[in-house]
C-alpha cells in the first residue's frame, strides 16, 4: 500500500518546514547583530532605579511583543555606564548612590517620562532602552553629572567597565 505524503502547493513535508523557517527568519526583529536595532516607544512610569543606569519601569499597556505583564519591569539604560552599588571600593558604592539620586531627582521632576524599548535584553536578561524626560534623553544629563570632582557617568564601551575605584 502506498503511504500518500502530506504536502501544501506541491512541496513535501520537509521542504515545508524549511520554508517557514526561513520565512521567520525573514520576520524576526533585526537585533545588535544585524547592526539594526529596533525601539518601542511608549509612555511610562519609574517605579524606581537600582542604580544611575537600570530602572524599574511600569510596564501596563506595553506591547505584548514582550510577554511582560504588570509592573517591574528592569530595564539598562544604552549609552551610560555608572558605579555599581555593590562597588568593588566605598567611594564606587558612595558615587553608585549619588548617580541613583541625582537619576530620581531628574525623573521625579519631569512631566512626561517616555522608554524607547530596544528588541533585544542584555546579557543579564534586562531589557534595553533609552529613557526621556519631557523629550531629552536622560543619558546626556547623566553623563554631566559629577560628585566632589568625580564623573557619575561614562558612556558605555561594549563590554569595557570603567574603574571607579582609581
Known amino acids: ?47 524606581d532605579c537600582y542604580d544611575g543606569d537600570t530602572c524599574t519601569i511600569d510596564v501596563r499597556g506595553m506591547p505584548r511583543k514582550f510577554a511582560v505583564l ?13 558605579p555599581e552599588m555593590e562597588g568593588l571600593c566605598r567611594r564606587e558604592s558612595d558615587l553608585a ?3 541613583r539620586s541625582r537619576l530620581l531627582h531628574k525623573i521625579r521632576k519631569g512631566k512626561q517620562i517616555r522608554l524607547k524599548l530596544a ?18 534623553d536622560i543619558a546626556p544629563y547623566m553623563l554631566r553629572q559629577r560628585h566632589k570632582g568625580y564623573p557619575l557617568a561614562h558612556k558605555k564601551r561594549g ?3 570603567h574603574s571607579w575605584c582609581r
Open 119 to 136: 528588541s533585544f535584553l542584555d546579557v543579564y536578561h534586562r531589557h534595553l532602552g533609552k529613557l526621556y524626560v519631557d523629550g531629552q
Open 97 to 99: 548612590k549619588e548617580a
Open 70 to 82: 504588570g509592573k517591574g519591569l528592569k530595564v539598562r539604560l544604552l549609552g551610560l555606564d555608572t
Open 1 to 47: 500500500m502506498i503511504k500518500p505524503q502530506l504536502t501544501i502547493q506541491g512541496l513535501s513535508r520537509t521542504k515545508q518546514l524549511w520554508f517557514c523557517f526561513g520565512f521567520l527568519l525573514l520576520l524576526a526583529p533585526a537585533g545588535p547583530a544585524f547592526g539594526k536595532t529596533t525601539f518601542h516607544s511608549m509612555s511610562v512610569k519609574v517605579l
Open 159 to 161: 563590554k569595557d567597565r
